[in-house]
DNA sequence: GAGTGGTCTAGACCACCAA
DNA sequence: TGGTGGTCTAGACCACTCC
């Protein structure tokens, strides 16, 4: 083996066997160039792919240390939703369960800074794998960014729609827990009160607030993903 | 602004002003860095960051083309459960429910690949913020990883002994929901069937399993993180 | 076969910040 | 103020893979 692989491997070999114990200092890049007889942008390489991960921390002047309390790095994968059941081999569909124009939830409009009286969108829309309810959407769209006329969102998801047509930079989502209300146990064909994976993100391009959406899962839906 | 951040930010704009549309192939590597007036290696750390990020797909010959469908990577934190509960600003205690060595259920047996009929440690811990039950921690470990004496694991967590004394390269983690058993009901103190928040993590140290653990949250937890 | 990204080199300058 | 990491350059070779 060769290249900044293999000095990302050597390194955290040492960390392992306790060669570099936590918190402790490691060589400079420069020293560890030497050693490894390359470059020292190559060790450069490998240690910040190991910073990026949690393993090291770096610091200006003050050096590299193997990280006293690592932070593990879990990456998630945030998919299309039709893409998600495609991968599992499942055939997709959706349906629109309602359509209209209201006032957004205090919450919904706090987390999206926007004003409480604004209108907005509001969708709710089933997701089926092979014809069995998937998980329930609960999205909240600023009109702003729709072009007139509105698209059709029984045609193509709004999910869908907007990773098309609106490239978004930011936003933050949130993972929980909760009970089925009336409408999820309604839609997934559960009781009431069911434990429920839900999926809250809010999307922004800029500034400017996209949509908000809710997920709610069908039970037995895992999140899952390797360190 | 300048270097490899700026080459970065201005490839975002013009994918989101569909300059370059999703689908599309974008200029080679040695064409950007004429454009910007820099080294190919910068535009290349560019385009890598993208890439990683889900924006950019990239393949030798075939070039650089806008992601169609984006797939959007979210990363978490996975701390230590102190840690979690410091940062938050409340005071944290744990406490040990039981302790003792018996067969794992088959699906523990089976995600770290051991033997049923092998002995394992099973501890079950209560983690509390401000006093208050935060989680129910189920462990099972592998004895063939532990000192001898064994720690004191009522002194110092199960968790933290292993971030300490274990540097583990690989696991997977897993999140779903599910209704509290009567165990998780009597320990959080919530009626059963309560909606719980449950990660769930295999370690191993190279091939070597460590240990399996299911973290269930109080009511009212949320994983967070941005995009 | 040829064009692309992946990587490496040897050198350089700079920002940061602990001593 | 000196040592460290962060970054950039100009050039090079290689691996991959589409044509």
């Known amino acids: 083996m060769q290249g900044w692989e293999s000095i990302r491997a050597e390194v955290l070999s040492r960390i392992q066997t306790r060669l570099w114990p936590p918190g402790g200092l490691i060589p400079s890049e420069e020293a560890l160039a030497l ?9 450069n390489r490998a240690l910040r792919e190991l910073a990026l991960q ?3 921390e770096r610091k200006r ?20 939703i039709r893409h998600d059941i495609a991968s599992r081999g499942q055939s997709y569909s959706f349906h629109v369960l309602s359509q209209g124009l209201s006032h957004p939830p205090l ?10 009286r604004i209108l907005m ?20 769209l600023n009109p702003a960014i729709l072009p007139d006329p509105s ?35 309604a839609a997934l064909n559960v009781p009431p009160g069911t434990a429920l994976f839900i ?26 993903t390797v360190l």
Chains 1, 2 share one sequence.
Not at 61 to 80: E, F, M, Q, Y
Not at 107 to 116: D, F, I, S, T, Y
Not at 135 to 140: F, K, Y
Request: hydrophobic share 45%; with cysteine.
């Open 35 to 43: 050693e490894f007889g390359c470059a020292r942008a190559t060790v």
């Open 54 to 56: 949690g393993v090291l």
């Open 61 to 80: 002047k003050a050096g590299t240390r193997v990280a006293a309390l690592p932070i593990r790095k879990a990456t998630l994968d945030i998919t299309v």
């Open 107 to 116: 919450m919904v409009a706090a987390r999206l800074g926007l004003p409480e």
């Open 121 to 140: 969108i509001h969708l709710q829309t089933l997701h089926l794998a092979d014809g069995k309810p998937y998980l329930v959407e609960d999205r909240w």
């Open 151 to 185: 698209p059709d969102f029984t045609r193509q998801s709004a999910n869908e729609w907007l990773v098309a047509n609106v490239a978004y930079t930011t936003g933050d989502i949130a993972f929980s827990a909760e009970p089925a209300n009336l409408a999820e146990a």
């Open 199 to 224: 999926t809250e993100r809010a999307t922004f391009a800029g500034d400017h607030p996209i949509t908000w959406v809710r997920l709610s899962h069908r039970p037995g839906y895992r999140l899952q």
